[in-house]
């Protein structure tokens, strides 16, 4: 952010002081980028699909037993054994391969 100010301080301040004010954002965005690395470098990355365990979807499809649910704004295959009718909220418990097991 303070990489995009230094540049419009140069281009909109006028005589000397837009080369300090660009001198200044830029000193400002040393210690922004290595506080952000600081803070993003320990955390751990959440990728792939065991993420989608435990997460609440939406039927669009009534599941008796397979139909189509949306978990994160996707829209997956799904088998529920219990029973889910079009617009009721369930929470994922297993997968296999592109099918997903709800329960309500």
Do not use: K, Y
């Not at 009534?62 to 009718?85: F, K, L, M, T």
């Amino acid at each position: 952010m303070l990489l995009i100010l230094a540049v419009v301080l140069l281009v909109v301040l006028p005589g000397p002081w837009n080369v300090v004010g660009f001198v200044v954002a830029l000193l400002l965005f040393v210690p922004e980028l290595l506080l952000w690395h600081r803070t993003v470098r320990h955390r751990r990355q959440v990728v792939g699909a065991q993420t989608l365990i435990g997460a609440e979807g939406v039927v669009l499809s009534a599941c008796r037993p397979d139909g189509q649910v949306r978990v994160n704004g996707e829209i997956w295959e799904a088998r529920c054994a219990a029973g889910a009718s079009a617009g009721e909220t369930v929470r994922v418990v297993g997968r296999d391969r592109l099918t997903l097991f709800v329960e309500p």
